[in-house]
Structure formats: structure tokens, C-alpha cells
């Protein structure tokens, strides 16, 4: 995770409409291991407010790093041996088994900021999640 990543091209967005959802991922090259196969994946719900928003870097299939923002499901700290249910905005790091909280409310650009610095990603220009706002307006 300390290594820099660069990614390959920009983040561009796809909508998956069937699930409310839109997805980004972005080929990254780690130039001391051109070998590894890792990617950042975004995902955003389009119509959720607040925002919900998933950062993660993949290396091979596997979840190294992650930033959740406002999820829409629980995960599990293990302090001291006991489980938590965390359900607020929270990152997680491979291999920590905690995950670490963040009370923060920012933009999603400021959001990508943050993880990039964070996991040395350098970015080369994206475009912002659309998001409709208001409930799922859907026609079945």
C-alpha cells in the first residue's frame, strides 16, 4: 500500500440503473511492481441523499484499501477479541482487521482527495458520480 499508483486513464462512470448505482473503474499502474494487477473501483448511489459513496483499490481480485461513506450496511470492527457493528462512514486497510471511523461530512471530490492521498493514487482527471438526488424515481 505504500508504493505510488498511477492510474492508467480517467474515471469515467457507468450507471447500472437496475440497482440505483453508478461504477468506475480505473486500470492502476504501481511503477516499482509493474507486475501487480490492481484497479481503483468507485461506486456511487445516484438518488440516495446523503450520498453514499465506496472507494476501494483492488490488487488481483482482492479489497486492499476501502473508504465507505454513508453505508447502507454494517460491517465488523473485532476490538479485543469482541465484534462491533460499525455503520458509519469508515476506512479499512488491508490487513487490519478494525476498521477506522470518520465523522467527517465532505464533497465527493474532496472525499477522492482524501483516499488518493491517503493510498498515493495519482489521478489523471475524472468526472464527479452523477446523482439525481431525492428517492429512487424507477419505472417498473
Not at 483492488?58 to 473508504?67: E, I, K, P, Q, T
Request: charged fraction near 25%.
Amino acid at each position: 500500500m505504500a508504493a505510488e499508483k498511477v492510474a492508467a486513464s480517467r474515471i469515467r462512470w457507468t450507471l447500472e440503473l437496475n440497482r440505483d448505482t453508478a461504477k468506475a473503474k480505473v486500470p492502476l499502474i504501481v511503477p516499482s511492481r509493474p507486475s501487480f494487477s490492481a484497479s481503483l473501483n468507485l461506486g456511487a448511489n445516484v438518488h440516495k441523499t446523503p450520498p453514499k459513496y465506496e472507494f476501494s483499490i483492488l490488487l488481483g481480485g482482492d479489497r486492499v484499501a476501502g473508504l465507505d461513506i454513508n453505508p447502507s450496511g454494517s460491517h465488523y470492527n473485532f476490538v479485543d477479541g469482541t465484534r462491533e457493528s460499525v455503520r458509519i462512514t469508515h476506512w479499512h486497510t488491508w490487513p487490519e482487521t478494525n476498521v477506522e471511523t470518520d465523522k467527517r461530512t465532505l464533497t465527493f471530490t474532496r472525499w477522492l482527495r482524501a483516499f488518493c492521498e491517503r493510498y498515493k493514487v495519482q489521478l489523471n482527471g475524472f468526472d464527479a458520480p452523477p446523482h439525481y438526488g431525492g428517492e429512487q424515481g424507477r419505472l417498473f
